[in-house]
């Protein structure tokens, strides 16, 4: 009776412990969904920013006519730089959601977990490379007075 009853218990946390493996599979899996739609909601400002900057490089010849002292060929490097930096974290974006694979069957626990915490790191920054390439391009916009 010991042997059966030491079984039950074994069988019984056995499946305890799958269950809750399950349970952090799908808890990572919703970090990682949750983060990348807080990413997303970013990337408006992105495009609109690169529709700024855009829009900027082709009229620099109207910026030098209206402030004959300014250095144009500096602000036109300046502002393809952060042009390209948004670019940058947009295509890292794309290229995220592109190999995401949010469905894990066939994985162990310990495999589906590792994904989603290795994609949650990608997706983390990606997240700075946005919040750092916003905020660089707002800041120059204000100081150079272009915005």
Request: include cysteine; hydrophobic fraction near 35%.
């Amino acid at each position: 009776m010991t042997i059966n009853k030491t079984l039950f218990f074994l069988a019984v946390s056995l499946c305890i412990i799958a269950c809750q493996q399950k349970e952090n599979r799908k808890e990572l899996r919703s970090e990682v969904i949750k983060l990348h739609d807080e990413v997303m909601a970013k990337n408006s400002e992105v495009v609109n920013l690169q529709m700024t900057l855009d829009t900027l490089i082709r009229n620099v010849d109207s910026l030098k006519k209206a402030n004959p002292q300014r250095d144009t060929a500096v602000l036109k490097k300046d502002l393809i730089k952060l042009l390209e930096r948004l670019k940058i974290a947009e295509e890292g974006m794309n290229e995220w959601m592109h190999a995401f694979e949010p469905d894990t069957e066939g994985k162990t626990e310990d495999e589906a977990s590792s994904y989603f915490q290795a994609e949650k790191k990608k997706l983390q920054r990606i997240d700075s490379l946005y919040d750092e390439s916003t905020e660089q391009t707002k800041a120059y916009l204000k100081k150079s007075a272009l915005k």
